[in-house]
């Protein structure tokens, strides 16, 4: 009895030698999942029905790792006297919290218990390098009406479903506007916002409409168990503005219909190794609750701890935890949506965790000109993928603030909610896709997709042009709808950098509409002509010009 006890007291302070945390945050591994009323036969007993729907939809089967970890190993760890915290059946583990070195060495000499690891230390000064360094907000005057307020608003009045107001720019960008023109505005998808807090989610006026319309499912926090997201930071009520955000002349999101689950992973306090933990937590938990969509605006590199710290070789998509957990969201038939860096202009100038993920979206950013932000964490991952997957605006991006007002946001965490809130609406309008064909769509979409690079990725992605490479219909020149009523919608390829020209003729040669001038970029172009709805009934001409070559078609305009 004297020597298992001096043995326990060994086992116990080797433990926390080794750990040298104060407090102690640790990962308990089991060996298996034995002893567990769960059954791969019976997923509906820990999958939800849009969880399982999802999978049989993209023909992915139930695996072990579906498995929630065994009830009682977690009954026998929590037995020692130790705070559970989160559980990870894609890890099979549980993280734990206790000061007590002896409950350690116990849990420790269990037959189920693979090991112990430590994996966070505090330190109130630190900040997140993801959202806090570069991620920057200007105010905006909302009496003053600018010309580009001006010149949004008048575009949304005339052929726009929504008023964007000041949003119109990163909408437009890449072409969402199209998919809610016609209708594909998130509804029946289910994004989840794992993120470091929703300050405020439950008040501001910006997502009234989204309680209203009971589309916020719910809210859990992974860091403190129980906790009140809504008291946290800010961090995660702005990038949900961005896609759920409705206050029509100053913000309208990227998904304004869709549901939304609000998961906080990251304590915002802190830089720790079990933040991605409990990430991997959260991500399991958008699984089984059946999202579609994961937007994640966070990252992770250097922690409070420097024997925590990434290195650029750990970047290769099965290393990091966080982003080992990514690829596995991804395998379940979810697309993660996740933040390239604020790093670009840092000697860590590469992205982070998870962002080097395998099959999921990794969005940098541009500014409103559609011009690299410097701020912007590069590729390539460490095994040579490209990275970022593709960009849109994170540089002046408009966002809600804490007042339920707006203002202009700086980072790569708001380029990846404008993006995440159009894939959702994508996937929509196209639910019989798998999760890698609406991938692969939007990257043929982008400005570069035929030279990819480290800034910029596969470039802008137009989803306008993803609908019809989805369909099965792009053409060089698109013009559609044949016959039009009240709008045209023109999606066309360039290979360079010019202008164009677009004319209507009616049968007799007459001009009955023009316009000059409009710039192109290289990729798909998308423009929509909201002018013709006083054009009279009949058989028209279109012609597009650029650079000496013209294209014409047929058109029936009708009512």
Same mark, same amino acid.
């Given at each position: 009895?004297?020597?298992?006890?001096?043995?326990?007291?060994?086992?116990?302070?080797?433990?926390?030698?080794?750990?040298?945390?104060?407090?102690?945050?640790?990962?308990?591994?089991?060996?298996?999942?034995?002893?567990?009323?769960?059954?791969?036969?019976?997923?509906?007993?820990?999958?939800?029905?849009?969880?399982?729907?999802?999978?049989?939809?993209?023909?992915?089967?139930?695996?072990?790792?579906?498995?929630?970890?065994?009830?009682?190993?977690?009954?026998?760890?929590?037995?020692?006297?130790?705070?559970?915290?989160?559980?990870?059946?894609?890890?099979?583990?549980?993280?734990?919290?206790?000061?007590?070195?002896?409950?350690?060495?116990?849990?420790?000499?269990?037959?189920?218990?693979?090991?112990?690891?430590?994996?966070?230390?505090?330190?109130?000064?630190?900040?997140?390098?993801?959202?806090?360094?570069?991620?920057?907000?200007?105010?905006?005057?909302?009496?003053?009406? &600018? =010309?580009?307020?001006?010149?949004?608003?008048?575009?949304?009045?005339? *052929? /726009? +479903?929504?008023?964007?107001?000041?949003? !119109?720019?990163?909408?437009?960008?890449?072409?969402?506007?199209?998919?809610?023109?016609?209708?594909?505005?998130?509804?029946?998808?289910?994004?989840?916002?794992?993120?470091?807090?929703?300050?405020?989610?439950?008040?501001?006026?910006?997502?009234?409409?989204?309680?209203?319309?009971?589309?916020?499912?719910?809210?859990?926090?992974?860091?403190?168990?129980?906790?009140?997201?809504?008291?946290?930071?800010?961090?995660?009520?702005?990038?949900?503005?961005?896609?759920?955000?409705?206050?029509?002349?100053?913000?309208?999101?990227?998904?304004?219909?869709?549901?939304?689950?609000?998961?906080?992973?990251?304590?915002?306090?802190?830089?720790?190794?079990?933040?991605?933990?409990?990430?991997? &937590? =959260?991500?399991?938990?958008?699984?089984?609750?059946?999202?579609?969509? *994961? /937007? +994640?605006?966070?990252?992770?590199?250097? !922690?409070?701890?420097?024997?925590?710290?990434?290195?650029?070789?750990?970047?290769?998509?099965?290393?990091?935890?966080?982003?080992?957990?990514?690829?596995?969201?991804?395998?379940?038939?979810?697309?993660?949506?996740?933040?390239?860096?604020?790093?670009?202009?840092?000697?860590?100038?590469?992205?982070?965790?998870?962002?080097?993920?395998?099959?999921?979206?990794?969005?940098?950013?541009?500014?409103?000109?559609?011009?690299?932000?410097?701020?912007?964490?590069?590729?390539?991952?460490?095994?040579?993928?490209?990275?970022?997957?593709?960009?849109?605006?994170?540089?002046?991006?408009?966002?809600?603030?804490?007042?339920?007002?707006?203002?202009?946001?700086?980072?790569?965490?708001?380029? &990846?909610?404008?993006l995440a809130g159009a894939v959702a609406c994508l996937w929509q309008a196209f639910p019989s896709k798998t999760y890698m064909q609406?991938?692969?769509?939007i990257k043929k979409s982008a400005s570069q997709f035929n030279n990819p690079d480290s800034l910029l990725g596969y470039g802008i992605?137009?989803?306008?042009?993803?609908?019809?490479?989805?369909?099965?219909?792009?053409?060089?020149?698109?013009?559609?709808?044949?016959?039009?009523?009240?709008?045209?919608?023109?999606?066309?390829?360039?290979?360079?950098?010019?202008?164009?020209?677009?004319?209507?003729?009616?049968?007799?040669?007459?001009?009955?509409?023009?316009?000059?001038?409009?710039?192109?970029?290289?990729?798909?172009?998308?423009?929509?002509?909201?002018?013709?709805?006083?054009?009279?009934?009949?058989?028209?001409?279109?012609?597009?010009?650029?650079?000496?070559?013209?294209?014409?078609?047929?058109?029936?305009?009708?009512?």
């Amino acid at each position: 009895m004297k020597k298992y006890l001096l043995f326990t007291i060994s086992l116990a302070f080797a433990i926390v030698s080794n750990a040298q945390l104060a407090p102690h945050k640790y990962l308990v591994k089991f060996t298996d999942k034995n002893n567990s009323p769960y059954s791969i036969s019976n997923p509906s007993s820990f999958l939800s029905v849009k969880a399982i729907t999802r999978r049989l939809n993209q023909g992915i089967t139930i695996k072990y790792n579906d498995l929630p970890v065994s009830p009682a190993y977690v009954d026998s760890i929590i037995n020692t006297g130790v705070t559970l915290l989160c559980k990870s059946k894609w890890f099979n583990s549980v993280t734990i919290y206790t000061t007590d070195s002896l409950a350690l060495a116990k849990i420790q000499s269990f037959p189920f218990v693979v090991g112990i690891d430590s994996v966070a230390r505090i330190n109130k000064n630190s900040q997140n390098p993801i959202f806090a360094q570069n991620n920057k907000l200007s105010p905006i005057d909302l009496s003053g009406k &600018s =010309a580009e307020y001006q010149n949004n608003n008048y575009a949304n009045a005339k *052929i /726009n +479903s929504y008023d964007y107001g000041f949003a !119109f720019n990163q909408i437009s960008m890449i072409s969402a506007d199209f998919l809610h023109n016609h209708e594909y505005c998130g509804q029946g998808m289910t994004i989840a916002v794992i993120d470091a807090g929703f300050w405020n989610v439950d008040s501001l006026s910006v997502f009234d409409s989204l309680w209203i319309n009971n589309q916020i499912l719910g809210f859990k926090d992974f860091v403190e168990p129980g906790g009140d997201v809504f008291r946290k930071h800010v961090h995660g009520m702005m990038v949900l503005s961005i896609m759920g955000g409705n206050i029509p002349g100053q913000i309208v999101g990227t998904a304004p219909k869709a549901n939304y689950w609000l998961l906080r992973s990251e304590d915002a306090a802190t830089e720790n190794i079990i933040e991605e933990y409990n990430w991997a &937590s =959260a991500a399991e938990f958008a699984d089984s609750v059946g999202a579609d969509v *994961i /937007n +994640s605006s966070l990252g992770y590199t250097v !922690f409070d701890a420097p024997w925590m710290d990434h290195t650029y070789s750990d970047m290769n998509g099965h290393t990091a935890p966080g982003s080992i957990a990514a690829a596995i969201a991804a395998s379940k038939g979810i697309i993660v949506c996740n933040s390239a860096g604020n790093s670009g202009s840092d000697t860590w100038h590469y992205i982070g965790c998870p962002a080097d993920a395998d099959s999921i979206l990794t969005v940098g950013a541009v500014d409103n000109k559609k011009k690299y932000a410097s701020f912007s964490s590069t590729g390539p991952t460490a095994d040579g993928r490209i990275k970022p997957t593709v960009v849109t605006q994170g540089q002046g991006t408009y966002v809600a603030n804490t007042q339920g007002g707006v203002v202009s946001g700086s980072g790569t965490s708001f380029s &990846s909610p404008v993006l995440a809130g159009a894939v959702a609406c994508l996937w929509q309008a196209f639910p019989s896709k798998t999760y890698m064909q609406i991938i692969e769509a939007i990257k043929k979409s982008a400005s570069q997709f035929n030279n990819p690079d480290s800034l910029l990725g596969y470039g802008i992605p137009n989803f306008a042009a993803a609908c019809l490479i989805l369909a099965g219909t792009i053409h060089n020149v698109n013009v559609f709808p044949n016959p039009f009523s009240n709008i045209l919608h023109i999606l066309f390829y360039s290979d360079d950098i010019d202008c164009v020209d677009i004319d209507i003729f009616d049968i007799t040669g007459k001009k009955v509409y023009s316009e000059a001038g409009l710039h192109r970029n290289t990729g798909y172009n998308y423009f929509s002509i909201g002018k013709v709805s006083n054009i009279a009934k009949g058989l028209y001409i279109i012609r597009i010009s650029s650079n000496g070559n013209i294209f014409s078609r047929k058109l029936m305009k009708v009512e």
